[in-house]
């Protein structure tokens, strides 16, 4: 499975690490990923998602079900 947040879509990104000499070298950026069961209402039972920490932030806020449907995510098939 890539790494990747299931309900924001939050990917790797590629970037340069840059030393004191300006030598540039490549790196990969990975976003802060986490599992996290989620307590979801309407189906009266948990959802173990990978989340970035961001999107953890945003479900507190918004709200499970809203999120999953602004990703297109069938919450059932979880």
């Not at 299931?6 to 030598?23: C, E, P, Y």
């Not at 996290?36 to 173990?48: A, D």
């Amino acid at each position: 499975m890539a790494r990747k947040c299931q309900l924001t879509g939050k990917q790797a990104n590629n970037a340069f690490a840059v030393s004191h000499s300006h030598r540039r070298t490549k790196k990969l950026q990975e976003a802060n990923l986490q599992w996290k069961r989620v307590w979801w209402n309407e189906g009266n039972r948990w959802v173990r998602l990978r989340l970035s920490t961001k999107a953890i932030k945003t479900l507190e806020k918004k709200g499970l079900q809203a999120m999953a449907k602004e990703a297109g995510i069938n919450l059932n098939k979880l």
